[in-house]
Nanobody
Framework: QVQLVESGGGLVQPGGSLRLSCAASISISRINTMYWFRQAPGKERELVAFITTGGGTNYADSVKGRFTISRDNVKNTLYLQMNSLKPEDTAVYYC??????WGQGTQVTVSS
């Protein structure tokens, strides 16, 4: 059973930063692509960013230049560094791998 456990969410003021982590119960070194998604209240889940084994990355236009995705294949952990946070970044953030596995999500709230 693959488990993904997100952490690092919380309440932050606009302009602030948070670093999300997603710890996997399996070795991620052979997982080609890992993803961060988010879902805001009343909206569909959307792709935020992904990263390949080779370190290639891709970001949603709404987070480009503010968010950075990374992975540590030794610690089996996926990260999302979020800077210059905006109220519209408020959502539950999920990590996702292999087309099948999702974490439970971590809430990010950006508000003054």
């Amino acid at each position: 059973q693959v488990q993904l456990v997100e952490s690092g969410g919380g309440l932050v003021q606009p302009g602030g930063s948070l670093r999300l982590s997603c710890a996997a119960s399996i070795s991620i070194s052979r997982i080609n692509t890992m993803y961060w998604f988010r879902q805001a209240p009343g909206k569909e889940r959307e792709l935020v960013a992904f990263i390949t084994t080779g370190g290639g990355t891709n970001y949603a236009d709404s987070v480009k230049g503010r968010f950075t995705i990374s992975r540590d294949n030794v610690k089996n952990t996926l990260y999302l560094q979020m800077n210059s946070l905006k109220p519209e970044d408020t959502a539950v953030y999920y990590c996702h791998i292999a087309g099948a596995y999702w974490g439970q999500g971590t809430q990010v709230t950006v508000s003054s």
